[in-house]
């Protein structure tokens, strides 16, 4: 089994800065794209940033420049830096990772429960 769990998120006004951290943990064999995503209320859960276990990293036109993915591949961690918050970036963020389990040596997409971030004044 595998579990990913985020933490992080959180009540902050418009400018300001969070940082989510999501730590993967159970029989993981390997782990190859970790990824952030977020889903407002009404609307798709849609991609924020991802990054290769090689260091290719995508984001988001809408956070390019306020955001930042990062990896420590020792502590199976992800970890995405938000900083010049805007109210549209309210959502609930989840954590996603292409992880291949010992148990079956299948390469699997897992997700976190997710966390709250709520940008309001």
């Known amino acids: 089994q595998v579990d990913l769990v985020e933490s992080g998120g959180g009540l902050v006004q418009p400018g300001g800065s969070l940082r989510l951290s999501c730590a993967a943990s159970g029989r993981i064999f390997d782990i190859a794209a970790m990824a952030w995503y977020r889903q407002a209320p009404g609307n798709q859960r849609e991609l924020v940033a991802i990054k290769s276990s090689v260091g290719v990293i995508n984001y988001a036109d809408s956070v390019k420049g306020r955001f930042t993915i990062s990896r420590d591949n020792a502590k199976n961690t992800v970890y995405l830096q938000m900083n010049s918050l805007k109210p549209e970036d309210t959502a609930l963020y989840y954590c996603?990772?292409?992880?291949?389990?010992?148990?079956?040596?299948?390469?699997?997409?897992?997700w976190g429960p997710g966390t709250q971030v709520t940008v309001s004044s």
């Open positions: 996603n990772a292409n992880i291949r389990s010992t148990g079956t040596m299948r390469w699997d997409d897992y």
